[in-house]
């Protein structure tokens, strides 16, 4: 159907509407995140990347991170984690596993280990359940570091997790107490 450079291109496209800047394709996104699918279609169009239904159905459902879900209408579309802008996706605090992993790079450990991971730009901290996917994350950002997080020990003491629509572990803060990192 379409090239996988261009499935790329267009997610990559999508991330930044549905994530971080709506208005740079003059589109809006309500409380939750979601927006019209027939406007998101027009206006990426209007943009200069071309896309029709079909094509975007199978950039949702073919993305490497399940990015994207549609709702169950499919009338409506949003990213289900990693946005920048002001959102509430909306997903119920659940327990999380004893241990998640977050992957990052080394230049920013000795940061990391004096403020605990933090959320930076995005709305909370991603965590992987799985090392492989923690390895992968934190290759975007330079010489892989993948930390453990003492998950269950931070839900017991009340701290809350929530879990994406792709799987992605989310929380506000780890502390240091809670980091482990010769892996
Ligand atoms: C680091 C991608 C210094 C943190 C991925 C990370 C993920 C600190 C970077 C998702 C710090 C933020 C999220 C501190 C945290 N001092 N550095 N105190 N606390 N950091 O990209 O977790 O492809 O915002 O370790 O696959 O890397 O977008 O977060 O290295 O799921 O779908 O600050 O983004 O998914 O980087 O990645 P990011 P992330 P997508």
Do not use: C
């Amino acid at each position: 159907m379409i090239s996988e450079k261009q499935n790329i291109k267009i997610s990559k496209f999508l991330s930044l509407v549905l994530r971080h800047k709506p208005e740079a394709i003059g589109i809006t996104l309500d409380e939750n995140g979601w927006t019209n699918v027939d406007i998101l279609i027009e206006k990426v169009n209007a943009a200069g990347t071309f896309i029709t239904p079909a094509v975007l159905k199978h950039v949702v459902d073919t993305n490497s991170k399940k990015r994207f879900a549609f709702s169950d209408d499919l009338k409506m579309i949003r990213a289900s984690q990693g946005h920048s802008i002001d959102i509430e996706l909306g997903y119920e605090p659940k327990e999380p596993p004893a241990i998640l992993y977050h992957g990052t790079a080394e230049p920013f450990i000795e940061s990391i280990f004096k403020t605990g991971l933090e959320k930076r730009k995005r709305h909370h901290v991603h965590l992987s359940k799985d090392f492989e996917t923690a390895t992968k994350v934190g290759q975007r950002h330079g010489k892989v570091i993948v930390l453990e997080v003492l998950s269950g020990e931070m839900h017991n003491e009340g701290f809350e997790f929530f879990v994406s629509e792709n799987n992605v572990w989310l929380t506000d803060h780890v502390p240091v107490k809670y980091l482990r990192k010769n892996l």
